[in-house]
T-cell receptor, first 115, second 115 residues
Framework: SQQGEEDPQALSIQEGENATMNCSYKTSINNLQWYRQNSGRGLVHLILIRSNEREKHSGRLRVTLDTSKKSSSLLITASRAADTASYFCAPGPYAGGTSYGKLTFGQGTILTVHP | DTAVSQTPKYLVTQMGNDKSIKCEQNLGHDTMYWYKQDSKKFLKIMFSYNNKELIINETVPNRFSPKSPDKAHLNLHINSLELGDSAVYFC??????????????FGEGSRLTVL
């Protein structure tokens, strides 16, 4: 299995600013997912982008995927204090002949949004 | 209604003891998982069950034994606990057997502290 590597490890911004987090991975993927984890809570799914998509939007979230560079980015526009959380990417491996795939997560990016 | 619920939320125990964590999902999903999140926030898959059948078994000490009595429940039993087992254990579920293609729903986590 492969895990995504999020960058930066930590990001601190003011409310209203945009936050950009990056994810890199190593092998071919079927899709890539982004999750959020609030302190002391479980992960919550944000968005899934398929390998044949380049960009996807959901509310204030914008995700891009560049399979040639094996990278993805998550942009949160007009951030709010409530966006403070850790953000994880999870590359969904291209299974090929393998029966089962699995999602593996990295260390995440800790985003702090100051009011 | 909580979609994926784990008990207990906190567990403090001595080295050498045996403990169990229980997980239940009411989403009607086919697949359930156990993940371990360490102190650096890396989230690693341990096990996955699809319709009560073990389909993913990562390199985990055999002191860890999952059990799925039915597709809505997945328990984790840990024998002879060691200091390094201290972590937050997350249960998750998804629809379909290919976790990398589907959104994962996580429980709130069970924080295990081994003294």
């Amino acid at each position: 299995s492969q895990q995504g590597e999020e960058d930066p490890q930590a990001l601190s911004i003011q409310e209203g600013e945009n936050a950009t987090m990056n994810c890199s991975y190593k092998t071919s993927i079927n899709n890539l997912q982004w999750y959020r984890q609030n302190s002391g809570r479980g992960l919550v799914h944000l968005i899934l982008i398929r390998s044949n998509e380049r960009e996807k939007h959901s509310g204030r979230l914008r995700v891009t995927l560049d399979t040639s560079k094996k990278s993805s980015s998550l942009l949160i526009t007009a951030s709010r204090a409530a966006d403070t959380a850790s953000y994880f990417c999870a590359p969904g491996p291209y299974a090929g002949g393998t029966s089962y795939g699995k999602l593996t997560f990295g260390q995440g990016t800790i985003l702090t949004v100051h009011p | 209604d909580t979609a994926v619920s784990q008990t207990p939320k906190y567990l403090v125990t001595q080295m050498g003891n045996d403990k169990s964590i229980k997980c239940e999902q009411n989403l009607g999903h086919d697949t359930m998982y156990w993940y371990k999140q360490d102190s650096k926030k890396f989230l690693k898959i341990m096990f996955s069950y699809n319709n009560k059948e073990l389909i993913i078994n990562e390199t985990v000490p055999n002191r860890f034994s999952p059990k799925s009595p039915d597709k809505a429940h997945l328990n984790l039993h840990i024998n002879s606990l060691e200091l390094g087992d201290s972590a937050v254990y997350f249960c998750a579920s998804s629809q379909g057997e290919r976790g990398y293609e589907a959104e994962l729903f996580f429980g709130e986590g069970s924080r295990l502290t081994v003294l």
